[in-house]
């Protein structure tokens, strides 16, 4: 799983060059931001999560900095946010609009272009829309960092049960361990 996301994330001096986090300067530098461990990944992928439903044109920069400030993986943050894009955005934001409605008992309104469009209406959709991405937001962020310690802590077991099936394959075969210590 780490050989994979090393080779399908934005690496660390790509992402210090970046238009949009580069002005981070010095700090891009801290090392915690690029490692791959459980902590780290589970980190990124919450605070992505989460600044994924904030307004589109300060999620990346609010979600680098969150990152930074928590030491979390910052490649995997910024690709969590990116799950909000132009293409999905209208989507997402519709769904957490109704979930808001839903909560505040408004009757919520179909989804015509035309009516979202018209900037005039906004204001009477900004509460279920603020309620919904904010609620969105809490169980995204929390549900995604479970679920990757919940993958992590898996797989790690895996990975000793077959240590262990392998060294008792070995001590059956009557075949020594390697000893940790050096003879000299």
Known sequence: MKSWLRRNLPS???????????FFGELLHD???WH????SVAG??????????????GQIFVAA?????A????PITLVVVSITNPLTMPAIYYVCYRIGALFLGHPPIEFRTEFWLDYDNWLGILAPLLLGNLLCAIVCSTLGYFVVQGLWRRRLRREI?????????LSTAGVRRPSS???T
């Not at 660390?12 to 580069?22: A, D, H, N, V, Y």
């Not at 030491?71 to 910052?74: D, I, P």
């Not at 049960?161 to 060294?167: F, K, V, Y």
């Open 12 to 22: 660390p001096r790509k992402l210090r060059e970046s238009r949009q986090i580069g």
């Open 31 to 33: 090392p915690r931001l």
């Open 36 to 39: 791959l461990n459980r902590r």
């Open 44 to 57: 990124g992928v919450a605070v992505g999560g989460f600044c994924m439903f904030f307004p589109p044109l």
């Open 65 to 69: 900095a969150v990152a930074i400030r």
């Open 71 to 74: 030491r979390v993986n910052l």
């Open 161 to 169: 049960a077959e240590r262990r099936r392998r060294l008792q394959a």
């Open 181 to 183: 210590s050096r003879r």
